[in-house]
């Protein structure tokens, strides 16, 4: 179990970026969270297996590409219990 934090950078906020995120990640077995941020970037917070967390990133960056200009990436501590992803709004 993996979990990965992703900002990304960009045209990415009132373009459908969360929702997309969303929808693309609850078609695969992980879980987390997507919420935009005040400097108008996107922070996404993914948890699963390795392979499933590169399905999503890449599925994010073929749908939402167009809108991306950066992406920074971390790896963090997984969280225990969570179930399911979601928009988050703070």
């Known amino acids: ?3 990965r934090a992703v900002i ?3 045209r990415v906020q009132g373009v459908g970026f969360r929702a997309t995120a ?10 987390g969270w997507v919420r935009n941020e005040p400097d108008g970037s996107v922070r996404l917070e993914v948890q699963g297996d390795e392979l ?3 399905r999503l990133l ?3 960056r073929r749908e939402r590409g167009m809108f ?3 992406e920074q990436t971390g790896e963090l501590d997984p969280v225990l219990d969570e179930v ?3 928009i988050r709004y703070r």
Do not use: H, N, Q
Request: aromatic share 8%; hydrophobic share 45%; proline share 4%.
């Open 8 to 10: 990304y950078k960009g």
């Open 58 to 60: 890449a599925l994010i």
């Open 52 to 54: 499933d967390i590169a």
């Open 1 to 3: 179990m993996k979990r």
């Open 84 to 86: 399911g992803f979601d």
């Open 22 to 31: 969303r929808e693309l990640a609850r078609r695969l077995p992980v879980s």
């Open 68 to 70: 991306i200009t950066a």
